[in-house]
């Protein structure tokens, strides 16, 4: 079979899960393996909040607005509102073939 195929690795992907599916199965069936991943990913996150925060520091506009927005959301956050004046709304039915 491997001799037919395009490549030791084009072999593997067909008969081997994803890596993330063989983690994703591991986790589920591990709880010991499921709570250091989870633990490995706050630490991988923490390490991109700190990256992320560096960057702002030092003038990105884009990355100061999402840090913000993150970390300040009652300040920062897009907000919208909607009021209904008058208590009713008269929406006017679909003309036949009209889409």
């Known amino acids: 079979m491997l001799s037919k195929s395009l490549s030791l ?6 008969r081997c899960p994803s890596p993330s599916t063989f983690l994703r199965n591991l986790a589920a069936s591990d709880p ?6 989870l633990d490995a990913l706050g630490y991988a996150v923490d390490d991109l909040e700190h ?3 560096t960057l ?3 003038g990105d506009p ?13 300040v920062y956050r897009e907000r919208s ?3 209904v004046v008058g208590g009713i709304v008269l929406i006017p039915a679909k003309m ?4």
Do not use: K
């Open 9 to 14: 690795r084009t072999y593997s992907a067909v």
């Open 32 to 37: 010991a393996f499921a709570a250091a991943w």
């Open 51 to 53: 990256r992320a925060f």
């Open 56 to 58: 702002a520091a030092q």
């Open 62 to 74: 884009r990355l100061i607005e999402f840090m913000l927005r993150c970390h300040r959301p009652e």
């Open 81 to 83: 509102e909607l009021g």
């Open 96 to 99: 036949p073939g009209a889409e």
